[in-house]
T-cell receptor, first 116, second 110 residues
Framework: GAVVSQHPSWVICKSGTSVKIECRSL??????MFWYRQFPKQSLMLMAT?????????EQGVEKDKFLINHASLTLSTLTVTSAHPEDSSFYIC????????????FGEGSRLTVL | DAKTTQPPSMDCAEGRAANLPCNHS???????VYWYRQIHSQGPQYIIH???NNETNEMASLIITEDRKSSTLILPHATLRDTAVYYC???????????FGGGTRVLVKP
C-alpha cells in the first residue's frame, strides 16, 4: 500500500519553543492531507485539512495561529506547533488520500510531542 | 457523517473469529462504512469498507445489514497482532474526511 512517513517520530522541547513536524507521502502525490491529535487513551481528533497550494481548513476550536500548517508540495505537509506548552504534549498523526473521493486514507506513524 | 456506536472493548481467543459490531442507524444512502484499526502508538490502518454489499479482503470481512443500520467486521482467525482499537466510520461518497469515535478496544488472548 501507499506509504506516509512522519518526522520526527518523537520530540521533546522546552515550553515556549516551536516544533515542526513533517508528513510526506513517499510513493504517491496527495493533494489533501489531514492532521490529527490524540491524547492518551482517547480517540483521534481531526485538527485540520491541508490542501496543496492553499490555506488549511481548521476544525472548530483549533487555533490556526498556534498550529501552522503548510502544504507546499504534493508530497509534503508540515505542522508547526508554535510557542508550545505542556498541554500541547500529544501524539500528532497525519494522513493522506491517494485519490479524491475515497475514505481510504494512509496514515503516518505519528509524532509524539512532549513539552517540558 | 453518520454517528457510529461500538462497544468499548471486547476480548477474543487467538485463532478464533472475532466479530466486531457497529451501529450506524442514522447512516444516509450515500455514506460508506469504513473500518480502521490502530495498534498501540501507531497510526491507524485501513481495513475494509462497503456501501451495502458484503465485502471481503485479505484482512477481514464486512457484513452490512440489509437496512444498513449496522455492520459487523469479522477477523476470521484472530492473532495476537490483531490486538488494537478498531474504528467504524461513516464516510460520505466523494468525501475523505474521517471522524473517529471511541472505537472498540480488542484484546486477543492466547
Amino acid at each position: 500500500g501507499a506509504v506516509v512517513s512522519q518526522h520526527p517520530s518523537w520530540v521533546i522541547c522546552k515550553s515556549g519553543t516551536s516544533v515542526k513536524i513533517e508528513c510526506r507521502s513517499l510513493d504517491f502525490q496527495a493533494t489533501t492531507m489531514f492532521w490529527y491529535r490524540q491524547f492518551p487513551k482517547q480517540s483521534l481528533m481531526l485538527m485540520a485539512t491541508s490542501n496543496e497550494g492553499s490555506k488549511a481548513t481548521y476544525e472548530q476550536g483549533v487555533e490556526k495561529d498556534k498550529f501552522l500548517i503548510n502544504h507546499a508540495s504534493l508530497t509534503l505537509s508540515t505542522l508547526t506547533v508554535t510557542s508550545a506548552h505542556p498541554e500541547d504534549s500529544s501524539f500528532y498523526i497525519c494522513s493522506a488520500s491517494i485519490a479524491e473521493g475515497t475514505g481510504e486514507l494512509f496514515f503516518g506513524e505519528g509524532s509524539r510531542l512532549t513539552v517540558l | 457523517d453518520a454517528k457510529t456506536t461500538q462497544p468499548p472493548s471486547m476480548d477474543c481467543a487467538e485463532g478464533r473469529a472475532a466479530n466486531l459490531p457497529c451501529n450506524h442507524s442514522t447512516i444516509s444512502g450515500n455514506e460508506y462504512v469504513y473500518w480502521y484499526r490502530q495498534i498501540h502508538s501507531q497510526g491507524p490502518q485501513y481495513i475494509i469498507h462497503g456501501l451495502k454489499n458484503n465485502e471481503t479482503n485479505e484482512m477481514a470481512s464486512l457484513i452490512i445489514t440489509e437496512d444498513r443500520k449496522s455492520s459487523t467486521l469479522i477477523l476470521p482467525h484472530a492473532t495476537l497482532r490483531d490486538t488494537a482499537v478498531y474504528y467504524c466510520i461513516g464516510v460520505k461518497a466523494a468525501g475523505n474526511k474521517l471522524t473517529f469515535g471511541g472505537g472498540t478496544r480488542v484484546l486477543v488472548k492466547p
